[in-house]
């Protein structure tokens, strides 16, 4: 059984597969591909409203409220706890459909609700956990709460530590980038990353004493580094 825990402090992708899929995942409007399938899974993977089933769980009771203030407002702390409420449910829903444990973490700040999954060192979540997955499963979250909301969410997920597994590739292509500049290049560019990814890019470039600029559009969105 998922446990999950609320801690709250104010302060694109085409979709993989999962190796070894059990049951169907539904196919959910504006994801850009194909929707992974879960290992294990003993039925469906729980539906996004408005995309052909029904949202997990109950909704919030100030869904109208929020979305009566415009897609764009900024989203207040009771907001992002919802967020996180809903995209914590619609998690648990599809760890209990493939047959795995895992303790949920729900946390508000910077304008984002975060959601990690955890669990003990038995327990499987390698399926879960790669980088391309949990980007998929992130953006099937979102959209089960955009559609719960009618607001547009920047929900981030973690899965068995895999943002921190990616900060530290990140920091890995910041290196070698600075390196090439040190060794004569002009400019270097990295590969086309989520806005998220991008931030955490910037923060570090800065850290090094060097310049970067986001530069591209859509999913071809990149980041430039040179000197500062």
Do not use: W
């Not at 052909?52 to 207040?76: F, K, L, N, Q, V």
């Not at 907001?79 to 493939?98: H, R």
Request: proline share 4%; net charge negative; glycine share 12%.
């Amino acid at each position: 059984m998922t446990q999950k825990n609320a801690e709250v402090q104010v302060p694109e992708v085409q979709m993989p597969e999962v190796e070894g899929a059990g049951g169907d995942v539904p196919e959910v409007e504006g994801a850009g591909g194909d929707v992974p399938e879960v290992e294990g899974a003993g039925g469906d993977v729980p539906e996004v409203e408005g995309a052909g089933g029904e949202t997990s769980g109950e909704g919030p009771t100030d869904e109208t409220a929020r979305a009566g203030r415009g897609i764009d407002a900024e989203p207040t702390e009771q907001d992002l706890v919802d967020e996180g409420d809903l995209a914590a449910d619609y998690i648990e829903e599809l760890l209990d459909i493939a047959d795995l444990d895992g303790d949920i973490d729900i946390d508000a700040r910077a304008g984002r609700a975060y959601v990690s999954v955890t669990a003990s060192g038995d327990a499987n979540l390698r399926q879960l956990s790669k980088p391309d997955t949990v980007a998929a499963l992130q953006e099937l979250t979102r959209l089960a709460v955009q559609n719960r909301t009618g607001r547009f969410s920047r929900l981030i997920l973690d899965v068995g530590g895999s943002r921190d597994a990616r900060a530290a590739e990140l920091a890995s292509l910041v290196e070698h980038a600075v390196a090439r500049i040190d060794a004569g290049a002009a400019t270097a560019s990295l590969p086309p990353m989520s806005s998220y990814e991008r931030k955490i890019v910037h923060d570090l470039v800065s850290e090094r004493g060097f310049s970067s600029e986001s530069e591209g559009e859509g999913r071809d969105r990149h980041t430039v580094i040179s000197r500062a």
